[in-house]
T-cell receptor, first 111, second 115 residues
Framework: DAKTTQPTSMDCAEGRAANLPCNHSTISGNEYVYWYRQIHSQGPQYIIH???NNETNEMASLIITEDRKSSTLILPHATLRDTAVYYC????????????FGKGTMLLVSP | ETGVTQTPRHLVMGMTNKKSLKCEQH?????MYWYKQSAKKPLELMFV???????ENNSVPSRFSPECPNSSHLFLHLHTLQPEDSALYLC??????????????FGSGTQLSVL
C-alpha cells in the first residue's frame, strides 16, 4: 500500500471549515484514498473514501487532485466533537481490509 | 453504536493470569480483525479472519491466541503477558471477501493493563 504524509497537528475554530491535507505521491492507479478518525480512547471511525472523483457525504467532503498525488478532507463546520486524530490511508479496494494506520493528524477544534 | 461490541471495556491482569477478550459484530460481516494500539503509537494489525479462517498473523507472540468460532464472534486469549503488552486492543469487522467498498467498523476497544 502507498505511504501517506500528514501534518502532525492542526487547529480549527468551532464553526469554521477544517481542511486536512494528505500527500500520497506514490499512489497506484487502483488504490483508493480512505479517511478515518479516532476520538480519544475509542475505535477509529470511517469517514469517507474515493478513487479520483471528489466525494461528499453527511460527515465530510473529499477533494482529490487530478494527478491523485494528494487529497484534502474537509469538515465544513467543525464542532468540538470533531476533535480527533484523522488518518489518511491509501489502499486497493478489494477483499478484506488490512489497513495500515500511520500517525495521522491531531485536529483540535476550539471554541 | 458501530455494531461491533467488545468486552470487557477495561481489564487489569497479572503476568501469570489467563484472560480472554471478546468481540461480537451484528453487521453480518465476513471478516474480523484484532488491532493493538500502544500509547502514542499507530494502530498495529495483529490478526485477520476471513470467513472464519485466519488469513493474517503479523508476527504476533504466541502469548496472544485468537479464536473465531463463527463469523459473528472473535476472541483474543491472553496468557503470561508482559507489562509492555498493556495497550488498547481493538476489534473490527468488514464485509470482507468480494466486497467492493470495504470499510472497517471498530469496537470501542478493551484497555488492558498488565501488572
Amino acid at each position: 500500500d502507498a505511504k501517506t504524509t500528514q501534518p502532525t497537528s492542526m487547529d480549527c475554530a468551532e464553526g469554521r471549515a477544517a481542511n486536512l491535507p494528505c500527500n500520497h505521491s506514490t499512489i497506484s492507479g487502483n488504490e483508493y484514498v480512505y479517511w478515518y478518525r479516532q476520538i480519544h480512547s475509542q475505535g477509529p471511525q470511517y469517514i469517507i473514501h474515493g478513487l479520483k472523483n471528489n466525494e461528499t457525504n453527511e460527515m465530510a467532503s473529499l477533494i482529490i487532485t487530478e494527478d491523485r498525488k494528494s487529497s484534502t478532507l474537509i469538515l465544513p463546520h467543525a464542532t468540538l466533537r470533531d476533535t480527533a486524530v484523522y488518518y489518511c490511508i491509501v489502499r486497493v479496494n478489494s477483499g478484506y481490509s488490512t489497513l495500515t494506520f500511520g500517525k495521522g493528524t491531531m485536529l483540535l477544534v476550539s471554541p | 453504536e458501530t455494531g461491533v461490541t467488545q468486552t470487557p471495556r477495561h481489564l487489569v491482569m497479572g503476568m501469570t493470569n489467563k484472560k480472554s477478550l471478546k468481540c461480537e459484530q451484528h453487521l453480518g460481516h465476513n471478516a474480523m480483525y484484532w488491532y493493538k494500539q500502544s500509547a502514542k503509537k499507530p494502530l498495529e494489525l495483529m490478526f485477520v479472519y476471513s470467513l472464519e479462517e485466519r488469513v493474517e498473523n503479523n508476527s504476533v507472540p504466541s502469548r496472544f491466541s485468537p479464536e473465531c468460532p463463527n463469523s459473528s464472534h472473535l476472541f483474543l486469549h491472553l496468557h503470561t503477558l508482559q507489562p509492555e503488552d498493556s495497550a488498547l486492543y481493538l476489534c473490527a469487522s468488514s464485509r470482507g471477501q468480494f466486497a467492493t467498498n470495504e470499510k472497517l467498523f471498530f469496537g470501542s476497544g478493551t484497555q488492558l493493563s498488565v501488572l
